[in-house]
Each structure stands twice: as C-alpha cells, then as structure tokens.
C-alpha cells in the first residue's frame, strides 16, 4: 500500500498528540515508550552534563597556541586517551569524524585506495550491511573494483569459512559489520579477523550497533578498522571514531587543516566529543549489567509476539545484540503497524531508519531470504535499559491489537484464510 495513502488515512483515525509526538490518553496523561534504539538513543545525564560542562569552559580551539587553546587540546587529547582504552587500541590510532557514515567510507576507501595502487581492487562483504558501507562499495565498483558479498544465511549470521574462501590474492579489504542494525545479529568478529590477520589482508567491521554493547577489544579481535558513531550508546549525535591500527594510511575525505594529524580537517567538535567519551566509558562500564536485563526484556518480546499466528523471528535468536527483537508478520504491512503502534504510544520502526518512508523493502530482510510480500511486513523493534517489564507486557498486548486490526482489513489476509493463497509463514 502506498505510504503517503496509508499515512493519510489514519491521521483520520488518529488521536490527538502533543508537540513532541506524545500520544494523548486517559486522563490527559502523556505516555510513551521507545523502542527504537539502534535508530537513536537518548542523550545519557552522564553525557548531557559533561557535554554542558564542556560548552560552558572548553571554548578554545584546539590549534591556538594561547592557554585558552591548549586547555581545549587537553581536553581533547584527555577523551582520546578514554576512548581508546575502551577499544583496546591507542590513541594515536583515533580518528574523529563526523558519525558512523564518514567512518565507514573513510575506512573502506582508504583500503581501497591503497589496494589500487598495488592492483588489488577485490573487496569482500555481506549483502546485509549499512548502506554507509554498501553505497560506498557501489562507488568504488564504478571505479573497476569487483566485490564479493558473502550469503548470511536464514539465521544472518556468516561463517569465517566464507570468508576464507572468499579471499582472493587481489583482495585488498574485507568489511563486515559486528552487529546488524535490523535484526541484531551478531558476527563471529574474533575468528574473522583472525582469517584476515593470516591472509595479510585489512579487515574492516562496522561495530556502530557493537560499541557500548558488546565487547570490543581491537587487538584481540584482529580488527585493523572499526567504526563507532556515539548516538548509538546515548552520546551526542554527529559524532563518531574511526579506529585504523598503526600502519593504515588513512585517505583524507575532507580537506583543509592539519587536525586529526591531517586526515580529517576542520575544527573538532570538542562538547561532542567530551560527550561520546563519557557515554562511551559509561555503557562499556555498566555493559555487562545492561545486557543481562535486556536480554531478559529481549526474551520476554520475542516469547510474547512469537504467540501472534503466521510471525517469525528475524535473525538468530541466540547470536543476536541483546537488544534487538525484529519480526515479520504475514498479511500486515510495516508501515500501517508502525503508525498504529505510534498511536499507542509505542515508537518502533520496521528496519532501518534510511529504508522506511520508501517502498522498497529491507535489504536486510531479502539477504536472510525472506521473500518481498513477507518483509514489507516487518517490525524492529529495540530496546533500552531505560524500558521495564511492564512496558514490555503493553507492547506485546498492543502489538498483537494492531497485527489483528490490520488482518481485519487486509483483503490478502482474506484470501490467506479462505485458502485462495497459500500461507508463507507457517
Ligand atoms: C547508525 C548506523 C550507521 C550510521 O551512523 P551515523 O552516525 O548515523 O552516520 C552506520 N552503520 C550502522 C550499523 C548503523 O547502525
């Protein structure tokens, strides 16, 4: 169904909200729940305060040889040195960019740019990446690279075989990313690293879903790159790190003064970047904690919506960040169910951010197999460790509503139950 019509039509319906979207209920009282975490995260009262404390003093440019200048240098050099400790690696080996997109391209163009002066210009990587990495993937094979994207199975996850056998002489860079942001799962990082390690060639991961999530030790994990963005673990938006080991000459995207040693100029955000390092060390502290409630929450989504007939979970159920419930129900379509759901106060997405709004369906979705009609009829919906059980419990009741109000409607639904089309999901 058209997106704008389907938009149109239950503003109709809709109830009134407020000026920030909350949904207005009962009583006059505003209520909502966020389920849409690996789009964005709230700003944590860590990173909040330390980002205010630091536009209020640190108001010197780094590059200025005066105190005003050097104490922002301090500052700047001081949340380098935190966030390295948290990857693992040094700080020499820093690079701050703009988010987790200029990471990504930075880290495979740079690859690829010195592949190509050595005639190697074969990349390998998964149908299901961020289109940060696909796009720029697209980009250099209008330049006569060739790549190879490896299968990630029904379940999304790769084998480090695949990538063994994918490797080529003239494989310049192999990019694969830590954790899915659609559905959550989880690659085996260490042992791919470790074939790339033994192959001599630069292994890339996207760990924007990882980092404050799952454990990252750059070193341990082989990972010559990786790429981080701090709205992802409640640190400011526009902010990111690309981590390229020692040795890596980076490729320079944007051009202009000497910062970050000369591969990415332009004055440093300083309170953004104060504010990723508190909110990085932050989630890496609590991590563990974290995890094991939102696990729990997680277990206890994906147990409730499961009862829902004809749904599937999408992606390993194990493998899969602790966060991340992601389905697909036959005979609804995503958008609908998002805008209901908004309606109930819950905001969920139906994939990544960059793909709802257009028709297209999930590439994520179509890479673990699942066919056009069944992944225009999903919903991701991701959590944090400010949701609650009670929450959960509402959402699984309000999910189960709207998936059988749209049913109701739905004339494929009809013809699914009247056994005029043949039920994909069993
Ligand atoms: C969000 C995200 C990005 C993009 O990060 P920005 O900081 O928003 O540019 C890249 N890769 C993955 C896996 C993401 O989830």
Redesign the pocket.
């Known amino acids: 169904m058209n997106y704008l019509l389907t938009r149109w039509v239950l503003a109709i319906i809709i109830k009134p909200t407020d000026k920030i979207g909350n949904t207005k209920r009962k009583g006059n009282a505003y209520m909502r729940i966020y389920l849409d975490n690996?789009?964005t995260t709230k700003m944590s009262r860590t990173a909040t305060d330390a980002m205010l404390a630091c536009m209020e003093n640190v108001y010197g440019n780094p590059s200025s040889l005066h105190s005003v200048g050097q104490a922002a240098a301090e500052a700047l050099g001081n949340a380098r040195v935190r966030i390295a400790k948290c990857l693992g690696c040094s700080d020499r080996e820093i690079t701050f960019t703009?988010?987790?997109?200029?990471a990504?391209n930075q880290a495979i163009l740079s690859a690829a740019c010195a592949g190509g002066k050595i005639g190697k210009k074969h990349i390998v990587t998964t149908a299901f990446e961020?289109h940060?990495?696909l796009h720029t993937l697209d980009k250099l094979k209008r330049e006569g690279f060739e790549v190879t994207y490896l299968d990630v199975h029904e379940n999304g996850v790769l084998l480090p075989r695949q990538v063994s056998d994918a490797i080529r002489e003239d494989t310049c860079l192999v990019t694969v990313?830590y954790?899915?942001?659609e559905i959550g799962t989880v690659q085996p990082i260490e042992a791919i690293g470790q074939v790339c390690r033994a192959k001599g060639v630069i292994f890339h991961t996207?760990a924007?879903?990882a980092a404050g999530h799952l454990h990252i030790d750059v070193k341990e994990q082989n990972i010559d790159m990786l790429?981080l963005?701090a709205?992802?673990f409640h640190g400011p938006?526009?902010i990111?790190v690309l981590y390229a080991k020692t040795g890596i000459d980076l490729t320079t995207l944007v051009e202009g003064g000497a910062q970050e040693r000369g591969k990415r100029a332009g004055t440093e955000n300083i309170p953004a970047i104060i504010g990723m390092a508190a909110a990085l060390e932050e989630a890496c502290a609590t991590m563990d904690e974290h995890a094991k409630k939102l696990s729990d929450l997680r277990d206890k989504l994906i147990a409730g919506l499961a009862e829902i007939p004809h749904s599937v979970l999408n992606g390993d159920a194990c493998k899969r960040l602790p966060g991340n419930v992601n389905f697909c129900f036959e005979g609804v379509e995503g958008e609908s169910l998002l805008l209901l759901l908004d309606d109930k106060g819950i905001c969920a997405s139906s994939g990544?951010a960059c793909t709802s709004g257009s028709l297209e369906p999930s590439h994520v979705l179509l890479a673990i197999g699942r066919v056009h009609d069944i992944a225009h009829g999903s919903l991701r919906l991701t959590l944090s460790e400010e949701n609650t059980g009670e929450q959960i419990a509402y959402t699984v009741q309000a999910v189960k509503e709207a998936v059988g109000y749209l049913r109701g409607m739905s004339p494929v639904w009809r013809a699914l139950v009247n056994g005029e089309k043949e039920f994909i999901i069993k």
Do not use: C
């Open positions: 690996a789009a703009s988010g987790g997109s200029e990504d961020h940060a990495v990313m954790a899915n942001n996207d924007v879903q790429s963005s709205h992802k938006k526009g990111g990544s």
